[in-house]
């Protein structure tokens, strides 16, 4: 009974048009007045102690060096110099879409971010060299989900905040899988245009390409910064945020000299705007996590799926299609606010490591921005780059099952991730 008055209040709620935060804390009076518990003071008290957490500062640092990395120029340097090493090739633009995601993701950590700039460039470029328009888009749009993954990934800080991980360990796992995401992006681009790939561009001059190369040598350093300050301890990933926000200023000020002091206003703005409905997510997902607790949701998960707790591969495969089928319906943030709280009991109880499971969850989370009809990644493709949603979706498909592929295999071998974690770590 609780269950369902959990799932009800919550999509009751929302289909009566109430914003998330507001459906969470619906949610959570529903369970405190089931369980003949409510009070106001624990209300407001639980709402103020979501917010008021240290890992979490580095979610709006980070969004802010995303806004000045595309202010600034650094993202347009990093394709261009990705464009003059490799767009020659057959197919080259969408190797290019493929490998400058996964750069800009290790600078932001927000696939909306990214997707922005990588659709804002390179959509009317593979559009104007002839390349089918819905693949190019819905590759753009796969590449784009690599952000959440990597370091310095917003979903895993999210995350680690409310499953009480480690941050640090979760980007440094996160790298693999990253990696092997961006390898199947590839292997798939590669096998849809082998025969079908408009003619390649011209190969730039090795003068034009050490120019390109050299310009965004700044950009290029922010991702290394961040990675191997976190590895070896320099900061903490919260301080990675504030060191990445003021690398991006710096630069964007100083070497590229774009950054105006008003793009530096308007992209403080934006980076504000979009961290207080964050923040305001998890302080209000605070709440039903803390009833979730106290009315044993969990404890009745445990028992529902007890006959898979001695089958750990079996019991991820099962986690890893719930969260699969919720992320078609809720957005990527409150589907982690929400089903933390709720799986991490299970995780710990079939002995799963954290870690594992927390980069699979992100992963998992970040596959669910591609399927309709939430799908904010589409979404923005299709604002940003002018293609209808239809045409999008039917290109999309094939990358989204190269990258399902590679999470089963991660649920599957789980060495292929935890062995590169013991050995970074």
Excluded at 62 to 83: T, Y
């Amino acid at each position: 009974m609780t269950v369902f008055i959990f799932i009800s209040s919550l999509l009751g709620a929302m289909s009566l048009g109430m914003p998330i935060a507001f459906a969470l804390m619906v949610c959570g009076v529903a369970l405190m007045a089931h369980i003949d518990m409510f009070d106001a003071q624990v209300l407001a008290q639980n709402l103020v102690d979501g917010a008021d957490s240290y890992p979490l500062m580095a979610v709006p640092f980070f969004l802010l060096a995303g806004e000045l990395m595309n202010a600034g120029g650094l993202s347009r340097r990093i394709v261009d110099a990705v464009m003059s090493m490799i767009g020659h090739v057959r197919g080259g633009l969408g190797y290019v879409a493929v490998i400058a995601a996964f750069l800009l993701a290790s600078l932001s950590g927000s696939a909306i971010a990214d997707t922005a700039a990588l659709a804002a460039l390179l959509v009317p470029m593979m559009r104007d060299a002839g390349y089918n328009q819905g693949r190019s888009a819905g590759l753009l749009a796969a590449g784009g989900i690599i952000a959440p993954v990597i370091p310095p990934s917003i979903g895993l800080v999210l995350f680690g905040a409310v499953a009480g991980v480690s941050v640090s360990k979760l980007f440094i796992a996160g790298l693999v899988p990253g990696v092997l995401m961006a390898i199947s992006l590839i292997v798939t681009w590669w096998w849809l245009c082998r025969k079908e790939a408009p003619a390649p561009r011209p190969r730039e001059s090795a003068a034009v390409r050490l120019r390109t190369i050299r310009e965004a040598g700044w950009a290029m350093l922010l991702p290394v910064i961040i990675i191997v300050g976190v590895k070896f301890g320099v900061f903490t990933p919260t301080e990675a945020g504030v060191v990445a926000a003021v690398c991006a200023a710096l630069v964007g000020m100083f070497a590229y000299r774009e950054l105006t002091l008003t793009k530096l206003y308007e992209s403080m703005v934006n980076a504000a705007r979009v961290s207080a409905v964050v923040m305001f997510l998890v302080a209000a997902a605070l709440i039903s996590a803390w009833l979730i607790t106290v009315a044993n949701i969990p404890d009745e998960l445990i028992a529902l799926l007890e006959p898979l707790i001695d089958r750990p591969v079996l019991l991820m495969i099962v986690m890893q299609l719930i969260v699969l089928v919720v992320g078609t319906a809720l957005d990527f943030t409150p589907t982690i606010l929400i089903l933390t709280p709720v799986l991490m009991p299970l995780v710990k109880q079939a002995g799963i490591d954290p870690v594992y499971f927390g980069v699979l969850f992100i992963m998992n989370n970040a596959i669910g921005l591609l399927t309709p009809p939430v799908g904010n990644v589409l979404n923005v493709v299709c604002s940003v780059g002018k293609v209808r949603m239809d045409e999008v979706i039917r290109g999309v498909l094939p990358f989204l099952y190269a990258e399902t592929v590679v999470l089963l295999l991660m649920c599957v071998f789980p060495q292929l991730m935890l062995g590169p974690l013991r050995w970074m770590h």
